[in-house]
């Protein structure tokens, strides 16, 4: 079974620090998405990474993919208040062409 | 374009009871899978379906079963529900298997 697990599960920090938070599996994958998820909306995608050691950056966001193809992680710097929610990671299994996704990190930004 | 439309928004139901949510994909989008959110599990994929065929399926009991239409509007039912169904169903659309996910707000389900 392909998981994804996310760390930290929970994040609190104050306006205008740097954080990162990480995706990690030990299935290799074909690409790797990140959503944001805001209270009671559905969650909506942020980026696609699909080359091993690849680097999206989305404003204040960096996002990087593993070599291996096997993680990835999130980056923000100078965060906001606005960048409060629920961050997701989400794969294509290699078997059967699904979304899956990680249990999430939730992140709150205290102004 | 209008996006993902899921109703209801809200529903109680009481244990027992089966329930019908409904989900209109984006316009062109003939791809819909549905995906079961809890504080403990995180997203869970249930199914999806893709011109009125399911494609891929979760690990769900079969109380848990769908359908798409030939307009690629899709159901989801859920029949004796029972007090852990307790959930946020998100429906999600996409134009094919390799393509992006956009997501509905949902249908936050109570079962009392």
């Known amino acids: 079974t392909q998981l994804l697990e996310q760390s930290p599960q929970f994040l609190s920090i104050q306006e205008g620090e740097n954080l990162t938070v990480y995706c990690n599996s030990s299935?290799?994958?074909?690409?790797l998405q990140w959503y944001r998820q805001e209270p009671g909306e559905g969650p909506v995608l942020l980026v696609t990474?699909?080359?091993?050691?690849e680097v999206k950056k989305l404003k204040r966001l960096t996002f990087q993919f593993g070599d291996a193809r096997k993680d990835s992680s999130l980056h923000i710097t100078a965060a906001q208040p606005g960048d409060t929610g629920l961050y997701l990671c989400?794969?294509?299994?290699?078997?059967?062409?699904?979304?899956?996704f990680g249990k999430g990190t939730r992140l709150h930004i205290l102004p | 374009k209008a996006g993902v439309t899921q109703t209801p928004r809200y529903l109680i139901k009481t244990r027992g009871q089966q329930v019908t949510l409904s989900c209109s994909p984006i316009?062109?989008?003939?791809?819909v899978s549905w995906y079961q959110q809890t504080p403990g599990q995180g997203l869970q994929f249930l199914f999806e379906?893709?011109?009125?065929?399911?494609?891929n399926k979760g690990n769900f009991p079969g109380r848990f079963s769908g359908r798409q239409f030939s307009n690629s509007r899709s159901e989801m039912n859920v029949s004796t529900l029972e007090l852990g169904d307790s959930a946020l169903y998100l429906c999600?659309?996409?134009?094919?298997?390799?393509?992006?996910?956009?997501f509905g707000s949902g249908t936050q389900l109570s079962v009392l």
């Open positions: 999600a659309s996409r134009q094919g298997p390799n393509e992006k996910l956009f």
């Open positions: 299935s290799v994958f074909s690409s």
């Open positions: 990474v699909v080359t091993g050691g």
């Open positions: 989400a794969a294509l299994t290699n078997r059967d062409d699904k979304i899956i």
């Open positions: 316009s062109g989008h003939r791809s």
């Open positions: 379906y893709f011109s009125e065929t399911q494609r």
